[in-house]
């Protein structure tokens, strides 16, 4: 298979405008004729939703919760990110691309990253229009903060609410269109598989969450914004409906899955308290603007952090990685951590932990100015912990939280199988291995606001609008395979619970395929699943019925297709043997313990072909080139 990614040709700065000019336009007549489906109401999907139904699209969007609303997008803290250099600091279009590569550690397509960069600063604008009510200067100009992997301040934020905010501006958009009727919203609709017919992808199949109904939706294309699989560890995080279900029945139905194994470990959260936990709470990247990240120099130090003087306290980061200090990339703050816990120097019960102290900025800005800045984030700590943070430094330890990976996609954001397009962290394009902090919510808003819109409509103008009904052979073929599997799930009736079985396919990836990975590791992952597999789907039990609403059934479905990914995950990183980004051989370092690259080797996108369960996927290619960013060690020092 020769994956093409259709990058336009030409000056990278002029790729995107060009390409704009050269795609064809749909008559705004003809619009109304073509019917797109959209999987998911998060940032990407509900903005894309949105924007299609705004041009004239009919479009039928489908989410999972009760209300758009309660996408995990609403989950987002800290901020996104834009070009807009409002600080005066340096920083361009150039400059947030170049980053951007960078912190991607040189595995992510040039272009697509460009034009991120680019559209960047249109978000904002589109997001102010929209009344999001981002925080401003004095003089009212919008403020900014910074985030790791930058040494300019380019973070727009909310409070720590960014997401929820806006989300709220997308959802309203989305209303308008609802309430106009070219959006039909389908809440509490999960889609179970995709329809591929003639190697075009033709619709999908849903069950309806509450009633059980299982039905088919025909459209011109189909559209995935599905969100990410960190949940695949089981702790992580992403909110607990996250799943990779559609990605993946989709890539059972032949579309690509690029660098899955691609996973970021956030640094800030706050660590793990027991075994009955089943999620784990973000600490905004944003607290590290004014948070210093400490443990004590000497193992085994359990004094209380105030009892440690300062001349016996190690800042690591500070000392690691002079220029960039606290404010450090995740992948690379996250090892910086464990390394200091390995050593015996960790804090907090268990040695799992470190500080992340405002002592100095609070002496230094006062309290109200903390608060203002982080207050609801302070208050999230106090109530989970029972430590009040402006008076004790926050323990936090790294977790699960984004992953890179995702569908494979061209410059035009469809899958290689034609019609079936992917935005937003479902899709695998702009993060290379390692996603800057604040870059998620960019990628999601400028796929669903400005560039599927000019993408998709070049694909419609191309294509006779769709005369297959949901009466064709192909969707009763899927129904009925859907409905087969949900009574399958219903009938096994054995003694073990789903969670059981979710949280020990977590623990098997995140020992053997989580902060650092091995040879030995990996294969002994590949060696457990399998049996866990089959063990679930000989012994799981769910409890309830088909036709009501039933919350095991949806965690039964979501965890079978987790079974079935995490080996394609393991897979993938066993075949890398570099480290780059979140994906860490011990096998491949340098001298300091940094991440070794091997670009002779490994500098492309290894986008999977499924082949049946539990067979060995089959990889295919896509070389990355590197024209503007000249390939070298990432140095944060
Ligand atoms: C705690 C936390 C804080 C974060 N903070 C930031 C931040 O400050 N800045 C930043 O840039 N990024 C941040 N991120 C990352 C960012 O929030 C996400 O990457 C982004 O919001 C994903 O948006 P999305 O639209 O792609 O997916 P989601 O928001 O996850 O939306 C997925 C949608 O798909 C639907 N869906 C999924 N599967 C199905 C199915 N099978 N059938 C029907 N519908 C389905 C869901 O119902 C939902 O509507 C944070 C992430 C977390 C976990």
Redesign the pocket.
């Known amino acids: 298979m020769i994956l093409d990614s259709k990058v336009p040709a030409g000056p990278l700065e002029s790729k995107w405008e060009n390409h704009k000019f050269n795609m064809k336009l749909v008559n705004p007549a003809n619009k109304r004729k073509y019917t797109i489906i959209m ?7 509900g903005s894309a939703a949105a924007s299609l139904a705004e041009l004239g699209y009919n479009v039928k969007c ?4 009760d209300s ?1 609303r309660r ?3 609403i ?6 990110n834009a070009a807009k250099n409002y600080q005066n600091d340096g920083d361009s279009v150039m400059r947030l691309f170049y980053d951007t590569v960078k912190g991607g550690d040189f595995r992510s397509r040039e272009a697509n990253v460009y034009r991120l960069a680019e559209v960047s600063v249109n978000i904002i604008d589109q997001c102010v229009a929209q009344g999001v009510p981002f925080a401003r200067e004095y003089g009212g100009q919008l403020a900014n903060r910074s985030f790791g992997g930058a040494q300019v301040s380019r973070t727009f934020y909310a409070r720590g609410q ?2 929820q905010q806006l989300l709220i501006g997308a959802y309203q958009a989305l209303e308008r269109q609802i309430g106009l009727g070219k959006v039909q919203m389908y809440t509490r ?4 598989d995709l329809v591929v017919i003639d190697g075009k992808a033709r619709g999908i199949v ?1 069950r309806d969450m509450v009633t059980g109904k299982i039905e088919s939706h025909a459209g011109d294309a189909v559209v995935l ?4 699989y960190g949940n695949v560890f089981y702790l992580s ?2 909110a607990k409906g ?2 990779v ?2 990605a993946w029945r989709a890539h059972k139905r032949g579309a690509l899955f690029a660098n899955p194994c691609f996973t970021q470990i956030h640094p800030t959260c706050i660590p793990v308290a027991g075994d009955h936990q089943s999620k784990l709470t ?1 600490m ?1 990247e944003s607290l590290r603007n004014d948070g210093r990240i400490w443990v004590p120099q000497k193992a085994g130090d359990n004094r209380a952090p105030g009892a440690i003087p300062e001349g016996e306290r190690d800042y690591y980061l500070e000392r690691k990685y002079p220029s960039f200090g606290n404010l450090s990339p995740r992948d690379i703050s996250s090892r910086a951590a464990k390394e200091v816990c390995d050593e015996g120097r960790g804090v907090g019960p268990g040695g799992l932990g470190v500080y992340l102290d405002f002592a100095d900025a609070i002496k230094r800005l006062g309290e109200s100015v903390i608060r203002e800045r982080y207050g609801n984030l302070f208050e999230m700590y106090e109530r989970i912990t029972g430590e009040n943070p402006y008076q004790v430094p926050m323990r936090i330890y790294p977790a699960v ?2 992953t890179m990976g995702g569908l494979w996609v061209d410059y035009n954001l469809m899958s290689n199988l034609e019609g079936l397009h992917v ?4 899709n695998f394009s702009d993060h290379g291995a390692n996603r800057l ?6 990628q ?1 808003l400028a796929d669903g606001y400005f560039v599927l819109p000019y993408t998709i409509s070049n694909y419609i103008a191309e294509t006779k609008p769709q005369t297959i009904g949901t009466d064709h052979p192909a969707f009763k073929q899927v129904e009925q395979e859907v409905a087969e599997r949900t009574n399958k799930l219903l009938a096994i009736n054995g003694t073990r619970t789903v969670d059981s079985f979710h949280k020990e396919l977590g623990k098997i990836m995140w020992d053997y395929c989580g902060m650092a990975r091995n040879d030995a590791g990996l294969r002994k992952a590949l060696e457990l699943i399998p049996p866990l597999r089959e063990a679930f789907w000989r012994d799981v039990k769910v409890s309830g019925v088909n036709a009501d609403l039933n919350q095991e059934l949806e965690k039964a479905g979501r965890v079978a297709d987790f079974m079935e990914f995490a080996e394609l995950m393991c897979h993938d990183a066993l075949m890398r043997t570099e480290s780059c980004g979140g994906h860490f051989r011990t096998e491949s370092q340098t001298e300091e313990g940094e991440a070794l690259r091997d670009d002779e080797n490994f500098a492309y996108v290894a986008a999977w072909e499924y082949t049946g369960v539990g067979n060995p996927p089959v990889m295919h290619k896509e070389e990355l080139e590197f024209e503007y960013v000249h390939l070298g060690q990432r140095s944060y020092k």
């Open positions: 999987v998911g109401s998060g940032l990407a999907g489908f989410c999972y919760q758009p996408a995990h997008s989950a987002a803290q800290g901020g996104i960014t997401g609709s999960e889609m179970l849903t914004g599905t969100g990410g995080t992403n996250c799943n279900t559609a973000l905004s939280h984004y935005i937003g962290e479902a902090g604040a870059s998620a919510l960019m999601g």
